[in-house]
């Protein structure tokens, strides 16, 4: 597999940000993630643990309490938050992906922004 350059980089996230490779663009993940916490403890959507694993990572970033610690280990100290940060992007992003779909399914008319792409 070829390594990618910048530009390559830089283009292969701008497309899945704007929703080109397939999937719902960024402004509509965010725009849905209020409706997938509603949803979710109404319990309408089954996602209580994977939100649960998304609050607590972002809890773990903002928290002073870490792992392992900036002071003592400066830039190893910075890369636990790094991984949990990753971890959380890709959880949210999965996430609002699977929620958009079930929404669609569920209602046809708010997913089908997503469709209609």
């Known amino acids: 597999m070829a390594k990618l350059g910048r530009k390559e980089k830089l ?35 089954d996602g209580k643990g994977r939100l649960a694993a998304i609050i607590g990572g972002l809890l773990y970033i903002i928290s002073p309490i870490d792992l392992v610690p ?13 991984v949990v940060a990753v971890v959380v992007a890709r959880l949210i992003l999965t996430e609002t992906e699977r929620f958009l779909i ?16």
């Open 11 to 45: 283009d292969a996230l701008w497309a899945q940000m704007t929703g080109e490779k397939g999937g719902p663009p960024l402004g509509q993940r965010i725009g849905a993630f209020p409706r997938l916490v509603k949803e979710t403890f109404a319990g309408r959507y």
């Open 102 to 117: 079930w929404e669609r399914s569920r209602t046809g008319s708010l997913g089908a922004r997503y469709a209609r792409r």
């Open 70 to 82: 900036e002071a003592a280990l400066l830039v190893f100290g910075l890369a636990d938050d790094a």
